[in-house]
């Protein structure tokens, strides 16, 4: 009986180890992967190639001011609240999103032309960037992640890391 009650507990003792575990693992890789989709969207663009979603057509820079307006939208109003809960301190959407705006800028990128949605908020985002002149490196604050490229568009090409370094 004490057998089967030690083996209850340590059950379940792991159980909630593992479950908090990966917990963690999913708040700490939620920035990487948004990172990584920005880096990888900037590149692809810069290289006139087509947004995630889009594969099956051809280029048209109006594909991407649709792809990165709803970025904006979505993203730029992530709280985190729920991953904050679980211990995620990465970067906010809003900050993610300046970060997007500022590398697109860096490559010579256009600026965005704001949907009805966004004209307010990305009005105050591209004043923002104008007014406070950081990198986008300085935006994101750490070291850049190593990222996978999608192997549609980059076969022979699997891994590419932005030249971040360490906190400003």
């Given amino acids: 009986m004490w057998r089967a009650c030690l083996t209850l507990s340590l059950t379940t003792f792991l159980c909630g180890c593992v479950a908090q575990i990966n917990e963690k693992v999913a708040t700490s890789w939620l920035e990487h992967d948004l990172i990584c989709g920005i880096d990888e969207s900037v590149t692809d663009e810069q290289q006139s190639l087509v947004p995630e979603g889009w594969l099956t057509k051809p280029y048209s820079p109006s594909y991407w001011q649709e792809y990165w307006n709803h970025r904006v939208y979505y993203l730029g ?6 991953e904050r809960s679980k211990g995620y301190v990465g970067l906010s959407g809003r900050s993610m999103i300046l970060y997007a705006l500022k590398q697109r800028r ?4 256009a600026d965005l032309v704001a949907e009805e949605r966004n004209k307010e908020y990305l009005a105050t985002l591209y004043e923002e960037l104008n007014d406070n002149n950081q990198s986008s490196c300085k935006i994101l604050g750490h070291r850049s992640p190593q990222c996978r490229f999608t192997p549609a568009q980059h076969p022979g090409a699997p891994y590419f890391q932005r030249p971040c370094g360490g906190s400003p």
């Fill in 106 to 109: 860096e490559v010579g990128l």
């Fill in 77 to 82: 109003n992530a709280t985190f609240e729920r």
